[in-house]
């Protein structure tokens, strides 16, 4: 198997789906999902993709543009999906989309994406080759 087929084996193998409840705990004052409950479910999610990409510890060493097109309600169901979308060297690049629906309609739709960057590190703790 050539490198570019292991890569896209990988990356089908890494998409990773989290289904989440957002309760009254977890809103803002206007009961919406709380900005910062949503990132950490997103980098939580990444996270998991490319641990599973690469099998080896990682860190996050940015978030890139993430963009809430739509405040999610309390009393709704939230579906994260996250893919590798790029490898580097040393990093993995996941992107990230947060999915709504209402619990009672089988209406799903985006209603916030973005990327996290992940670098691989050795037992030195230094940036080591992602694949390898």
């Not at 998409?15 to 957002?22: A, E, M, P």
């Not at 977890?26 to 980098?43: K, V």
């Not at 860190?59 to 309390?74: G, L, M, Q, W, Y």
Request: hydrophobic share 40%; net charge neutral.
């Amino acid at each position: 198997m050539n490198n570019d087929a292991l890569i896209a084996k990988r990356m089908e193998h890494a998409v990773t789906r989290v289904t989440k409840t957002v309760f009254p705990g977890r809103t803002n004052h206007h009961n919406t999902l709380f900005g910062g409950e949503a990132l950490a479910w997103m980098d939580e999610a990444a996270f998991i993709a490319a641990t599973r990409f690469c099998r080896k510890p990682l860190v996050t060493v940015s978030s890139d543009r993430v963009d809430f097109k739509e405040s999610i309600p309390a009393g709704t169901i939230i579906e994260l999906v996250a893919k590798v979308e790029h490898v580097g060297r040393t990093s993995i690049r996941v992107h990230v989309d947060i999915f709504v629906e209402n619990m009672y309609n089988d209406d799903q739709h985006k209603a916030i994406s973005g990327s996290f960057t992940f670098v691989a590190l050795g037992p030195d703790r230094k940036p080591t080759p992602v694949l390898g």
